[in-house]
């Protein structure tokens, strides 16, 4: 069974940056979606990124565009967030989760129930 182990989570100033990481253990996999979500104190849970098996198509929720790049290391399925330009409003739990499909995003995949596997969430905290 796959296990996804979240780093890279902290406390910022406004402007500043962080690079988030989800690394596998457990067991490897070798096709998937990965994304991130995050969650603020009493709001749903929010899509924010997703990337692709092949790397070729990386997908952004509005609100973090262009401030917010997914990436994904294939041979030690990793996945990463760099996170530039945070906002008070980036402050949430930040989870990253994998679905072990086709490997090829859709929309389905900004849905939460499309993952099979989550992190347990790295605390993002940005002050103004």
């Known amino acids: 069974q796959v296990q996804l182990v979240e780093s890279g989570g902290g406390v910022v100033q406004a402007g500043g940056s962080l690079r988030l990481s989800c690394a596998a253990s457990g067991r490897t996999f070798s096709s998937s979606v990965m994304g991130w979500f995050r969650q603020a104190p009493g709001k749903e849970r929010e899509f924010v990124a997703a990337i692709s098996w092949s790397g070729s198509g990386t997908y952004y929720t509005d609100s973090v565009k262009g401030r917010f790049t997914i990436s994904r290391d294939n041979a030690k399925t990793p996945v990463y967030l760099q996170m530039n330009s945070l906002k008070p409003e980036d402050t949430a739990v930040y989870y990253c989760?994998?679905?072990?499909?086709?490997?090829?995003?859709?929309?389905?995949?900004?849905?939460?129930?499309?993952?099979?596997?989550w992190g347990q969430g790295t605390q993002v905290t940005v002050s103004s």
């Open positions: 989760a994998a679905d072990l499909g086709s490997g090829r995003y859709s929309s389905r995949n900004r849905a939460s129930d499309m993952y099979d596997y």
